[in-house]
């Protein structure tokens, strides 16, 4: 099939716009927290309602592709997002927020089923594994680039620097001391200019295959009678609510225990966060070709324990990089994960990618877990349930064992002429 340019590009559009409005809690939380008055169980909700959205809509979704096509599942999404977005911005209540949150983490889990096998076919299937990175690269980007737009706003408006044109009509549009709102604002405009171009992009039609295809209920029943699904399900489920774990939490930790402003050096932080992931993926793409996947998941996974640990025990200037340099060793954890899962099960991968995929509510139930403790001890405290995650996820590299070892290259292949 010839490869289509337009829909790559779109996609790829479509990865970044995702991980922008997905990747922003972190650096809001001390603020919106502030806004609100919210104890810590409270604020752990706010990721809670937007990523238990992955755990209700993952499978549903698929069913939804396979009746009504992507374009008009993408249009949807993006349609969600907006509605949420938009509904937000113009009342800003907490209840709103809450409600926004669910909607647009709902349109980003259609999204996240829809645009891989788009991708597969538009791209061409020889060239998927390099695209996927591409797009990996793409999302890790955007959660950058997300914290920085977020800090730009919100001290420009705080400084009432109105004489530039965008702060000057976005502080127009938003509560006084609620400036965090203006990115509310950025997210519906993003999300009216995705509806706008996918409405008159021409979609190539699109043959799912076997482990794109959600499946039966019969083949859902006989993946749950296996452990390693549940496992594994457990893996997604404990590496999501590590990842949002700390990037939700450390710009409030900072500010708590270490005194910097949430609005720069925790938005920062954040920031780098997602940055190193990003970097750590590409590291990790090299070394998954050397080592086997569990040794590479093994190592990353006690570097990542070492830098959570410093990151809550350090002093300041410590403190300020553990945390985001946890992100580059947290990099490798989600596809060696799902490769080593579905690498374990000889059918039905399609329904077992749907539950793996609903693991992603993880980043929801973990916070709350995170906050409740937190009120009854404190933030620190609270911080070190990830341990626990973390070391469900280390114990997957030593019992793991997949029916398809990862291929590895050895070392002294590269140098033979």
């Not at 999204?111 to 990996?136: C, D, K, M, T, W």
């Not at 699109?206 to 549940?230: A, T």
């Not at 500010?255 to 970097?279: C, E, K, Q």
């Not at 093994?298 to 553990?322: M, Q």
């Amino acid at each position: 099939m010839k490869r289509n340019y337009t829909i790559v590009i779109l996609i790829l559009v479509t990865f970044f716009v995702i991980s922008f409005l997905t990747n922003i809690l972190g650096a809001l939380n001390p603020t919106v927290s502030a806004s609100y008055n919210l104890t810590e169980t409270m604020a752990g909700f706010l990721p809670f309602a937007f990523f238990i959205a992955y755990g209700v809509m993952s499978v549903p979704s698929g069913f939804l592709l396979e009746k009504w096509g992507e374009k008009r599942m993408m249009i949807l999404a993006f349609l969600l997002a907006f509605a949420g977005a938009l509904g937000f911005a113009l009342f800003p209540k907490f209840n709103v927020f809450i409600i926004s949150l669910f909607t647009i983490g709902t349109g980003m889990a259609v999204l996240q089923v829809v645009i891989n096998p788009l991708l597969r076919v538009s791209g061409g299937e020889e060239h998927y594994a390099f695209n996927s990175v591409l797009a990996q690269l793409i999302f890790g980007l955007a959660s950058f680039v997300s914290p920085q737009v977020y800090s730009y706003l919100v001290t420009n408006i705080d400084k009432g620097n109105t004489a530039k044109p965008l702060i000057g009509f976005i502080s127009g549009l938003v509560p006084q001391s609620f400036s965090w709102v203006s990115m509310y604002w950025v997210f519906a405009v993003l999300s009216i200019i995705m509806i706008t171009i996918i409405v008159f992009v021409k979609f190539p039609k699109v043959e799912l295959q076997e482990d794109e295809k959600v499946g039966s209920k019969e083949s859902y029943v006989e993946l749950f009678k296996n452990k390693y699904v549940i496992l594994y399900f457990l893996g997604i489920f404990m590496y999501v609510g590590t990842e949002q774990g700390i990037s939700y939490w450390m710009s409030k930790f900072l500010s708590n225990y270490h005194g910097f402003n949430p609005d720069t050096v925790g938005a920062d932080a954040v920031s780098y966060f997602w940055g190193l992931m990003t970097i750590g993926g590409v590291l990790g793409l090299i070394l998954l070709k050397i080592l086997d996947s569990k040794i590479v998941l093994r190592w990353f996974t006690v570097l990542a324990i070492i830098s959570l640990a410093a990151g809550l025990w350090g002093n300041a200037n410590i403190s300020l990089w553990a945390f985001p340099v946890s992100g580059f060793f947290l990099s490798v954890m989600y596809p060696v994960i799902v490769s080593l899962g579905l690498n374990s099960v000889a059918k039905h991968h399609g329904s077992f990618t749907g539950i793996l995929m609903t693991g992603i509510a993880g980043g929801a139930v973990v916070q709350l877990l995170i906050g409740g403790i937190s009120d009854l001890t404190s933030l620190k405290t609270g911080m070190i349930f990830l341990f626990i995650t973390l070391g469900y996820i280390l114990s997957i590299s030593f019992w793991a064992k997949p029916i398809i070892s990862n291929k590895t290259v050895s070392l002294k292949s590269l140098f033979k002429s």
